[in-house]
């Protein structure tokens, strides 16, 4: 059997909107597509969250992040979103003019991009 696994979406936390705005249309370049809200009820039989939640959904018709809005504190450890861009340079200024700032790591001679968002998510960013 051959399955034809796809990625559908990936779902990140932010407590502000206009900073998930900022960063999703501005520097990612990804329009909103729509929004809703989850009722405190399902959030809690999915998440096991008492929380009705807010949820911006950014997609270019090949990403798409589900952002949900909360002000609740959360811990990390690996988590980390990897994307391409067309164009390092470009997008490390986007980055820069909006106030993230991009960090390079050393990984046996080649250096690697990383950037955390508003919401301190992480993201490994390579060039297409």
Do not use: W
Not at 93 to 104: A, D, N, S, T, Y
Request: with cysteine; aromatic share 12%.
């Amino acid at each position: 059997m051959t399955e034809n696994t796809k990625l559908n979406h990936v779902a990140l936390q932010y407590n502000d909107e206009k900073q998930a705005e900022i960063f999703f249309t501005k520097i990612l370049g990804i329009p909103l597509e729509k929004e809703f809200t989850i009722p405190l009820g399902l959030s809690n039989a999915i998440f096991n969250i008492n929380e009705e939640v807010k949820i911006f959904v950014y997609s270019n018709g090949k990403t798409k992040f589900e952002v949900f809005i909360s002000e609740k504190l959360k811990d990390h450890g690996y988590e980390h979103v990897c994307i391409e861009i067309n164009n390092q340079a470009d997008f490390v200024e986007r980055c820069k003019k909006h106030g993230i700032k991009p960090f390079l790591v050393d990984k046996n001679g080649r250096k690697l991009l990383f950037i955390r968002d508003f919401s301190d998510n992480l993201y490994e960013v390579k060039e297409k």
